[in-house]
Every structure is written in structure tokens, then in C-alpha cells.
């Protein structure tokens, strides 16, 4: 069966899903309790599924399957992305329990059951590999966020959750409809079978148009990105930890494990859509976020400019590239994540997230203000955090292929230390000139044990990001080979001098991007 | 073993001094960072005196992998050689005494153990730069000695200017950072490693090739090294990218000293000569060097000429002299900048503590101003400050010797000259100028400060420490006593002293001499050797040159500050443009917040209220929201609150589609 002799996958989604429905019936302390256990038993199993995991050995790892009907399958398995991708929402996951501990006080239960679910579907998206699986749990993630930003959400939850809910399911349709294209055509649902089928490269064209209109908006790319930043503003703290740190991965997902294999002639075709709106991003969202008065808005608007520098990675068809657009995913999951958190502290607080209500934190709240200073950095991508590997990483891929646009991206390294140094500052900087702000206590041990777990993460990817690297080498591999044909030739064009001889055949692939 | 002491040992203080902070209390916190650093710098001297008798080949000792991604790889590891040597004992020697005089210095400030482990942290921070194996490492350094410094500037972050100049520091060097970033993703595609020796060694093979970046078909090697050369500019604060450096003085003073003047400032300058050999390759960029190094010594020197706050005439001072490293680089006298970096850092570093002695010494006052005859009051800060001034202005005899600063930026001058180049003899000119600027305002800095009557009781400070103003006071002193500073903060000025007096005596033969310093860099940086023998041989009136500059300099000083009262007045008055233009800095700030920093803001609220809301949202989901409203009025029912029903229905709603079209889809 696989190398732990139980279906380990199924487990993990079967367990949260029990909880869920516990949790309904039990009482708000039984069911926080419930949720914590829970999630911290799917993150031991997440640690059991990494340690097991057999780097170098076959792709698809602890596959499960079980017939269904028609072309429908139980097809469950992972490969180095999508169980780091895992391992990111299970250990995610307790920490937005602990999060909503003391600040969900209404539908306790019903609050912990939607967040279990979240996590079902979200480790079901990352594990599925049957395309209608995938599909129903990619689309069902919608229903539990919706409802924790709609019932829990702040004073105008109803137009962010209906926002959320327009703009997500408009893309899914189109998607939907490409997929039964595709079952058809290739006359099988199994991803991994899919993945190395080559579909007609007029088919591709409209195929991968349509993954784009889902994978865009989840990503969320511009212009489709405007519900992202009232999704948390409205979302309670746990609602935006999760989003920010797991939901924005699934559009990043679907490029990695749809478009970009399956469709590798019409990625090609459409890698200037990709770059332009990318840019566009880059630099209108930073600029954005630059002028924000909310903390929430602020974040939101710096993880579209993120997710850009993923989608710069991903389309650069080469391996800096895309491991490093998987390591942005990562390191943003849990940087963005914890900035989410650490807004949720004050909030906690003082119950605005206006930025200019606050200001010299670092002289009643040193421990906090020590750790914000460290998302802060890593978010800015300082080298030694997660930050900076993953945003290195593209942006190395993506000079091979496009100085220009690597030029205009990196852009984003000034405006990003621009927006968020001028946040820490009207936060944590100055005098206490608020009497409830100078009220303010440092940060609960729980708190402390929410946030310090992320900050060891973000500093273990950024000194040794070879653990993480080390499972997503060999499946990266395989997508660069699979989509080799269709890469682009760089823009560098180097050319030697006349008057010195060629060294060493180095410069014949410099300009090619990525050997093999 | 030793090396790997050297590096983190600072790193592990700091990790004690920041998270023990109050627990373990101010004395242990400093002691713990202040000793680290003490025994980096013992181990750091022996290894230098080792290269120097030695002259070693280079080391390197590997510590961890970093990123390994296909061709792309690079560790943390810990490269030593005769140029990392030399910037390890700088480091290590300025940063242990800044450690020590700040026990004094910063004596009545409630928060010690965060200072001083920030001291300890940028101590690392700086070390892994100058060990750096490869361009990532340095990179790694490059922005750690930032983030430290912005934690520095801000370290009185209650100040609204010291958190505004923090900041200013670290998104100014990030735009240097753009091009370094640039230039490292250039050189992995040309070279492809990152590697330094690697990169250094098919650097010349790939002299006259060509290149596309950004649309332009460019020579190679001079975009990547203009592209590094921009990150060198951001942190080393050359023209135009320098406008951080002054507002930096808002740190608390012995930070200037380690910061601001010695070690980061000079990153850049030590990455130009780490990277000389491929600078080599590329004539234009070495030209672009010099003339960027020679503009910003004559423009610094011309604003140090007029400021009030005697940590920014030494802050522009620093940036003149950084030029001066940058035009030696440019000519292709790297051992001549790395010289000169070496005597700067005592000397400078000694200006600097010394300020703050006199700092100390007036209840915080830092405008010249308000000094004057403090040489009797605090004869020991006077004479070490007399003792980086003759360093600085180079004062000593051609053929028999002085103080440290004349061996070095003479050396540099007659390179300048030497090099034969139009932008050498360009940078010779400017150069001779600019040591005529910089006596002038160190010696004014001088007869300001330790000369003439006390002008004391017209400072606030003073004021507010004697309770008088200068209506009520006696005289002009207000009746205030400055105190001579206790000796933790005097030895370092005597250790400085010492150094900026006979650094360049010492020294000059191993980094400058033609044979003896060819075998003392052995190929850590490119020596030229013929340059090196060709500044013995310029004529006698290039030499003597600077000499005769820093005369007129100090005499022009000497016959305005000392002797006429109110000449200096009368010429600003004369000269009312020109001292504007001078004093506001040549209008840099006022132009790069009208260009840039308000168009930003601008630009954000253009795209957040006329973009996001006012295009995408109301054509995108407010209008469909319009247009559903007016037709069915479902978007009314939303605000209902259903919720779950609305839940329940999607989720059914998707599960009947999807089974009959898979059904469907499977016959």
C-alpha cells in the first residue's frame, strides 16, 4: 500500500472530518479543546508523513485509490510540493485554534467545525489525484471560509463574504467545464496519467485559459485581487491567518500542478499575460499598500504583490525559478500568516485596526514588538529568513528568462521595506501618546506560543532551507523536463568578444535558462 | 576554529545581551558582549600579523549548506585571506572599543542590554560580510549590517527624526540593494556559480562580450560591476545615494563611530576591491567609479564646509573620504582605497567617540555653535580629537613621515594622478581640492569647538542644566562645567589616538609598497604593481600638492575661526546662494521627496481609490451586485443572513452538478 502500511492520507482527512461534525454537539470549551487536539494530531501525522517521505524514491507517495463510479476515483497521493504544502496547513492549523481561543466567543462549536472542515478540504486539494476530486474539494474550501468571514467576520462581513464568493466561483465554472473537456478527451481523471498526456496545442490555448480564470483569482493576481483585502479586513484573525497562509496557495497550486505540466505549449503562449500582470502588480500593489490606514488592508495588499513574485518564478520554466516560487509560497504562508496574528494581538486590544490609533508598542509590549520586527524583516525578504531564499530563488529564475521584467519586480524588495518599515514605525515606534494603547499588556504565553513556532520556521527556512528543498527537488525536476520543450529562450542573448576564446561551453546555456 | 570564534561569538553575545536583556540585567548584558568582542579582536590580530609575515594564501572553512537549486549553489562559509584579514582586525579592533566607551557614554540610558546587543549583532552581521565565499553570503552581511544599522539609527525610537532617519537608511540602501540584487542575478547568468574566486577567475575571458539587459545590448562586465557598483554606492552613500547618511547621525554617537565611519560605510568600498578583478575588466566602470568617488568627496566636503552639528560635519567628512576610496578603486589603486579605509577607521572612528566626549561633555549639546574653549575643560578629548584632525587633514613631511592619514591619502592623490587616465587626472584635481575642504572645516570644527570664549549658556541643553538663560547668567559659560568622560570612554580615544597617529607609519609598506605589498595582498585583491611603483616617481609638485592644500586649508580656517570674529558671518552673507546651496545640503532631500517620495504616495491613493474601488470594484462585483439587485434581488436576500441555507444550497448546488456531469461525461 505505501511505506507506513495505512492509508495515512485518508486518515487525515477523515479524522478532522469526524471532529467536525463532534464538534457541532459539544459545548464552546469541548469543542475548542476538541479542535486543539485534533489539529495537533494531524500535525504529529503530518510530521510522520515528512519523516517517512522517501526523498528520491517514486513520485507519488502513499497512494491510496478506490474505484467510485463512472470515471470518478478515491485517489489520494502526494509528491515533495504538495506534502510541504500540507505540512504547511497542519501546522498552521493549531495555531488558528489558539488564535480563536479567547476571541470567538459566539457558535464556538460550530466556528471549530468549519475550521476542521477547512482543513479536510484543504489537505484534500493538496493530496487529491483524481481531477473531479480535486475539483469538488478545491471548490468546496469556498463554503467553510465564507462562512467563517460571514458569520464571524467584522461589520461588513455580508459584502466581503458575498465578494469573496462572486469573484472565487465565477473562475470555477469555466474550469469545471475544462476539466470534463479534458477527462474526455484523454479518456482517464487521474492526474498523474493526465500530467504527462499531451492535449492538441489549440486545445491547450482555451484549456489553460480556463484554469487561468480559477488560479487567478485564488492566487489572487491583478485585476481580479480586489476581494482579497476586504476578505480580511471582515475575517476574524484565525479566518485571515488561514486564508493568507493556505487558500492563497491553491492558485500558486494549480499553476505548479495543472497548468504549467498539462499545458506547457500554451503557458509558453501566455507567459506575457503572466509577466504583465505580474509586474503590474508588483508595483501598483506595493504602492497601495504604501497608503493604507488599515493593518489588515495593508497585509492583504503586500500578499498580492507576493504571490506576483510567485507567479514570475513559476512562469520562468526553470528550476531557480520554481523552487523558488514554492518557497515563497511556503515562507509567505507563514510570514503573512503571522503578521495576520500579529495584528489580531492588538486587536484583541484595543478593537481597531486603524494603524494611527497605535505607536510606541516597543515601550509597553518589547516581546511583541520584537517579534513583529522579525515578520517584519522576513516579509521584506532580509536574508536569513524565509523570505529572502524563496524571493532570491525567483528572481534568479526569472533574470534568465526576462531582464526587464526582473528588473521591474525587484522594485519590489524598495516598496516593500517601504510599506512595512512605515507600518512598524506608526505601530511600534514613537511615543505612547494613547492612554489605552500605554494599557496595552505584552503578549499572553499563549500569544508568545502562537507566534514563536512560526518565528523558528522563518528563520529554519531561512538559514537551512535545504529541509524543505530537499523533498520538492526531485518533483521539480520532473515538471522543468516535462515543460522543458516549450521554455523560453532567454533575453540575454550573451555573445563573446571577438578578441577572447569561448570558456569552458559555459555561455552556449547561459542564455537558455535551466540545464538539465 | 579560530575563525569560526572570531565570527560567533559576537552573534551568541548578542543572542544573550538581546533575550536575556532584562533578566539578566544591564552589567552582564554589556559584559558578556563587550568581552565576545574583546576575544574576536585578540584572535582577529594574530591572523593578520600572520598574513603580514606570512603573506598566506587564502582559506576558506565551510560551515552549512545555504541553497542548493540545480546550478545554483552556495553555503555559509568563511573565507579568510590577506583582505579579509585586514577588515577583520578594523572590525574587530573599532567595534570591541565602541563596545567599551559605550559602557560610559551610554551610562544613564534605560536600555542597555538591546543596545549593546545590537552592537554585537551588526558585529556579526559585519563579519560575515568581509568572510563572505560567495556574492549571496555577502548579501547576507550586507543587508544584516543594515538591518542593524536601522536598529541603531532608531534606537531612541521615541524621537519622530530617529525612526524617520531609520527608515530613510534602510529604504535608501535597498535601492543600492536593486542593483546589487541585479548584478548577483547577471553574474550567476554569466558566470553561472556565485562563487567569488570562480567569478573572479572567468572574469577576464569574458572581457568585449556582449549582453542584453533591459533591452540594451550593453558590454558585460561593465553592467554587472555598474549594477554591483550601485549596491556599493547605496551602502557606502556616494552621490546620490548618499542622502541617508547624514540623517543616520540621529543614532546614538558610538554607532556613528562603528557604523557611520569605520566598518559598514566601507562595504562598499571593501566589495569593489574584493570584486577588483573583475572590475578590471571593464574600463568603463572603473571610469564610472572614479568619477562617482571623486563627485562625492568634492560634494560632501562642500557641504561639511557649513554645518552646525559637529556629528554632521564629521558625517560629511565621512562620506568625502569614502569618495576618496571609491576615485583610488576607480584608478585602479585598490590597495591604496583598502589603505586608506584602514587609517580612516581609527581616525574616524576616533573624531567620532571623540565627538561624543564633547557631546557628553555639554549635556547632549551638538551644535558647534554654542561650544568654544573646551580645550581647557577636557584636555584629553582635546587632544585626541587634535590627533584624528592631523590624521584626517594628512598633516606630515614628504620624505620623512606623519600621521596616518598622509600616507594614505596622499598615496591615493598621486595614484589618482599616476594612473595617466583622463578621469585619473580628473580625480587628482578634485582630489587636491577636496583635501584643501576637508582642513578647512576639520580645523574649523577644531577652533569652533576647543578655541575661543565659551559660548556655552546660549545652548538649551546648558540652559536647561543650569537653569539660567543668557540674560541671567554672568557670563557666558552660564556657570557650566564640562566634565572630562570617565575612562572606559578615554581609552578607546588613547587606543584610537594611537592608531590614527602611527597606523599609517606602521602599515604603509605591506599594503602599499610595490613588492612588499604585492606579496602581502597575494591576489586577494588586484595589485597593480606598476601603479604602485609609478606614485614614487610623479614630480615633486604633485606631491607636495596636498601638503600645500591642507596649508592653505587650515590657514583659511585659522584666519576665520580664530582670528576674525565675525568673517565667516560676513561671508555667508556675501555669498547667501552659495552658503544655501551648501548649507541645505545641494537641495537633495527636497528633490527626492518631491520626485519620488510624494509621487508615491500619490501614485497609492490614485490606484487604491480611483483603481481598486472606483474601476475594478464598481464595474467588477458592485456591478454585478447592481445588476443581480435590480433583476431577482438575490444580493438582498444575502444581506438576510441566511448563511447557512446559502451554504447548504452552493454545496448541493456543486455536488448535483458535478455527478451528472461526470456521469454523463463517463458514457
Known amino acids: 500500500m505505501n511505506q507506513l502500511d495505512f492509508p495515512i492520507l485518508s486518515l487525515m482527512l477523515g479524522l478532522p472530518m469526524l471532529a467536525a461534525i463532534i464538534c457541532l454537539f459539544l459545548n464552546a470549551q469541548a469543542a475548542r479543546l476538541l479542535a486543539l487536539v485534533t489539529t495537533l494530531v494531524l500535525f504529529a501525522l503530518g510530521i510522520v508523513l515528512w519523516a517517512n517521505y522517501d526523498i528520491g524514491g517514486p513520485q507519488w507517495q502513499y497512494v491510496e485509490r478506490i474505484e467510485l463510479f463512472g470515471n470518478f476515483a478515491w485517489a489520494l497521493g502526494i509528491d515533495g510540493i504538495s506534502m510541504m504544502l500540507i505540512m504547511l496547513t497542519v501546522f498552521l492549523m493549531p495555531i488558528c485554534i489558539g488564535a480563536s481561543w479567547e476571541s470567538i466567543k459566539e457558535r464556538v462549536g460550530e466556528y471549530m467545525a468549519a475550521f476542521l472542515f477547512m482543513e479536510v478540504l484543504m489537505i484534500g486539494v493538496f493530496a487529491a489525484q483524481d481531477i473531479f476530486l480535486f475539483y469538488i474539494l478545491f471548490e468546496a474550501g469556498l463554503i467553510p471560509m465564507y462562512l467563517i468571514i460571514g458569520i464571524w467576520g467584522g461589520a461588513n462581513r455580508i459584502y466581503a ?32 496519467t493526465l500530467l504527462n498526456y499531451d492535449f492538441a496545442p489549440e486545445a491547450q490555448t482555451w484549456l489553460w485559459l480556463a484554469f487561468f480564470a480559477s488560479f487567478a483569482v485564488k492566487m489572487p493576481m491583478w485585476p481580479v485581487h480586489t476581494w482579497l483585502p476586504d476578505a480580511h479586513v471582515q475575517a476574524p484573525t484565525a479566518g485571515s491567518v488561514i486564508l493568507a ?34 509586474m503590474v502588480a508588483v508595483v501598483y500593489t506595493s504602492l497601495v499598500a504604501l497608503v493604507q490606514q488599515d493593518m489588515k488592508k495593508l497585509i492583504a495588499y503586500s500578499s498580492v504583490a507576493h504571490m506576483a513574485i510567485v507567479t514570475l518564478g513559476l512562469f520562468a520554466f526553470n528550476r531557480q525559478g520554481i523552487e523558488g516560487a514554492i518557497i515563497v509560497m511556503l515562507s509567505h504562508g507563514l510570514v503573512s500568516g503571522a503578521l495576520f496574528l500579529c495584528v489580531g494581538v492588538i486587536y484583541d486590544r484595543l478593537h481597531t485596526r486603524e494603524i494611527d490609533r497605535y505607536g510606541g508598542l516597543s515601550i509597553n509590549m518589547p516581546k511583541y514588538a520584537l517579534l513583529f520586527m522579525l515578520f517584519t524583516m522576513a516579509s521584506i525578504g532580509l536574508p536569513g529568513t524565509s523570505g529572502f531564499v524563496g524571493e532570491f530563488l525567483s528572481l534568479v529564475g526569472l533574470y534568465k528568462v526576462n531582464s526587464w521584467v526582473t528588473l521591474v519586480a525587484t522594485t519590489g524588495i524598495i516598496l516593500g521595506a517601504g510599506y512595512m518599515l512605515y507600518l512598524y514605525r506608526r505601530v511600534a515606534f514613537g511615543e505612547l501618546v494613547h492612554d489605552d494603547v500605554k494599557a496595552m499588556p505584552d503578549l499572553s504565553a499563549r500569544e508568545m506560543a502562537l507566534l514563536a513556532p512560526i518565528a523558528a520556521a522563518v528563520m529554519w527556512m531561512g538559514v537551512y532551507p535545504e529541509s524543505f528543498m530537499a523533498p520538492i527537488r526531485g518533483d521539480v525536476g520532473t515538471l522543468v523536463a516535462r515543460i522543458d520543450r516549450a521554455a523560453p529562450e532567454g533575453d540575454a542573448h550573451l555573445k563573446m568578444g571577438q578578441a577572447t576564446a569561448a570558456p569552458k561551453g559555459h555561455e552556449a546555456e547561459a542564455g537558455h535558462g535551466e540545464s538539465h | 576554529m579560530t575563525i569560526q570564534l572570531i565570527v560567533f561569538l559576537p552573534l551568541l553575545a548578542a543572542i544573550v545581551a538581546g533575550f536575556g536583556n532584562r533578566v539578566i540585567g544591564n552589567v552582564p548584558a554589556k559584559f558578556v558582549t563587550t568581552a565576545a568582542l ?48 585586514v577588515m577583520l582586525v578594523v572590525v574587530t579592533t573599532v567595534s570591541a572599543l565602541v563596545h567599551l566607551y559605550s559602557w560610559g557614554y551610554m551610562e544613564e540610558d534605560p536600555d542597555q542590554p538591546r543596545f549593546f546587543a545590537y552592537l554585537s549583532l551588526f558585529t556579526f552581521a559585519m563579519l560575515m560580510l568581509v568572510t563572505a565565499d560567495n556574492l549571496v553570503q555577502m548579501f547576507f552581511g550586507w543587508e544584516g549590517v543594515g538591518l542593524a544599522s536601522y536598529l541603531l539609527i532608531g534606537f531612541w525610537f521615541k524621537k519622530p527624526t530617529a525612526s524617520a532617519a531609520a527608515i530613510k537608511a534602510f529604504v535608501v540602501n535597498r535601492v543600492g540593494d536593486l542593483g546589487f540584487m541585479l548584478g548577483i542575478f547577471g553574474t550567476f547568468l554569466v558566470f553561472g556559480t556565485v562563487s567569488i574566486p570562480e567569478i573572479l577567475e572567468a572574469a577576464p575571458a569574458m572581457a568585449g562580450s556582449t549582453i542584453t539587459f533591459a533591452g540594451m545590448r550593453l558590454d558585460t562586465m561593465t553592467i554587472l560591476c555598474l549594477l554591483l557598483f550601485i549596491g556599493a554606492m ?29 566598518t559598514m560605510v566601507t562595504a562598499g568600498v571593501f566589495m569593489v576591491c574584493r570584486l577588483s578583478p573583475m572590475f578590471e575588466t571593464s574600463e568603463v566602470a572603473l571610469a564610472v567609479v572614479t568619477v562617482v568617488g571623486a563627485c562625492t568627496a568634492i560634494f560632501a566636503a562642500t557641504v561639511g564646509l557649513v554645518q552646525h552639528d559637529i556629528k554632521r560635519v564629521i558625517a560629511y567628512s565621512t562620506c568625502s573620504q569614502l569618495g576618496y576610496m571609491f576615485f583610488a578603486a576607480g584608478v585602479g589603486a585598490y590597495s591604496a582605497a583598502m589603505f586608506h579605509l584602514f587609517t580612516h577607521a581609527f581616525f574616524k572612528a576616533l573624531l567620532f567617540l571623540g565627538a561624543g566626549s564633547v557631546i557628553h561633555a555639554m549635556h547632549h549639546e551638538q551644535d558647534m555653535r554654542y561650544y568654544g574653549g573646551l580645550r581647557k575643560e577636557i584636555p584629553l578629548t582635546f587632544w585626541a580629537m587634535m590627533a584624528g584632525t592631523l590624521a584626517i587633514t594628512g598633516v606630515g613631511i614628504v620624505g620623512i613621515g606623519g600621521f596616518a592619514g598622509f600616507y594614505s591619502k596622499d598615496a591615493i592623490i598621486e595614484a589618482a594622478f599616476a594612473s595617466g587616465s583622463s578621469t585619473g587626472q580628473f580625480a587628482f584635481i578634485i582630489g587636491v581640492l577636496a583635501a584643501l575642504l576637508t582642513s578647512f572645516y576639520s580645523w574649523r570644527l577644531m577652533f569652533l569647538t576647543f578655541w575661543g570664549t565659551p559660548r556655552w549658556i546660549q545652548s538649551e541643553h546648558i540652559q536647561h542644566s543650569v537653569h539660567k538663560t543668557p540674560e541671567t547668567a554672568e557670563d557666558s559659560t552660564g556657570g557650566y562645567h564640562p566634565h ?14 594611537f592608531g590614527a597617529i602611527a597606523a599609517g607609519f606602521l602599515f604603509h609598506n605591506q599594503f602599499i609598497d610595490a613588492t612588499e605589498g604585492f606579496r602581502f595582498w597575494a591576489g586577494s585583491l588586484a595589485f597593480d604593481r606598476h601603479l604602485m611603483h609609478e606614485i614614487h616617481e610623479v614630480p615633486l609638485w604633485v606631491k607636495l600638492a596636498s601638503t600645500v592644500a591642507m596649508l592653505i586649508g587650515l590657514t583659511t580656517a585659522f584666519l576665520m575661526y580664530f582670528r576674525g570674529k565675525d568673517r565667516p558671518a560676513r561671508l555667508a552673507a556675501t555669498f547667501q546662494p552659495v552658503y544655501n546651496f551648501f548649507f541645505n545640503k545641494w537641495y537633495f532631500d527636497e528633490l527626492y521627496d518631491l520626485i519620488f517620495v510624494r509621487p508615491a504616495f500619490w501614485f497609492g491613493r490614485l490606484f487604491w481609490k480611483t483603481g481598486d474601488e472606483g474601476t475594478i470594484d464598481r464595474f467588477g462585483p458592485n456591478g454585478v451586485a447592481a445588476v443581480v439587485a435590480s433583476g431577482a434581488g438575490v444580493a438582498k436576500k ?15 448546488g456543486l455536488a448535483a452538478a458535478v455527478t451528472w456531469l461526470i456521469v454523463r461525461g463517463a458514457n
Not at chain 1, 161 to 187: H, R
Not at chain 2, 239 to 262: C, K, Q, R, Y
Not at chain 2, 638 to 652: E, I, P
Open chain 1, 161 to 192: 463574504s458575498y465578494k469573496f464568493f462572486l469573484y472565487t466561483l465565477l473562475g470555477s465554472v469555466v474550469m469545471l467545464i475544462a476539466m470534463l473537456w479534458m477527462v474526455q478527451d484523454a479518456g482517464t481523471s487521474d492526474i498523474p
Open chain 2, 234 to 262: 547605496g551602502k557606502s552613500a556616494q552621490l546620490g545615494l548618499h542622502t541617508w547618511l547624514p540623517d543616520a547621525m540621529e543614532g546614538p554617537t558610538p554607532v556613528s563611530a562603528l557604523i557611520h565611519a569605520a
Open chain 2, 38 to 85: 574583546f576575544v574576536s579582536c585578540a584572535l582577529s590580530w594574530p591572523i593578520f600579523i600572520d598574513y603580514i609575515l606570512l603573506s598566506r594564501a587564502a582559506e576558506v572553512v565551510p560551515v552549512l549548506t545555504w541553497v542548493q537549486s540545480g546550478d545554483l549553489n552556495f553555503e555559509w562559509s568563511l573565507r579568510v585571506d590577506a583582505l579579509t584579514a
Open chain 1, 245 to 278: 497562509g493556505v487558500l492563497l496557495k491553491m492558485g500558486g497550486y494549480g499553476f505548479l500542478r495543472f497548468s504549467l505540466p498539462m499545458f506547457p505549449e500554451a503557458s509558453e503562449q501566455f507567459i506575457w499575460l503572466i509577466f504583465a500582470l505580474s
Open chain 2, 638 to 652: 444575502f444581506q438576510t443572513g441566511y448563511l447557512y441555507s446559502y451554504a447548504l444550497v452552493m454545496l448541493l
Open chain 2, 484 to 497: 572630562e568622560s570617565p575612562f572606559s570612554m578615554l581609552i578607546p580615544l588613547g587606543v584610537l589616538g
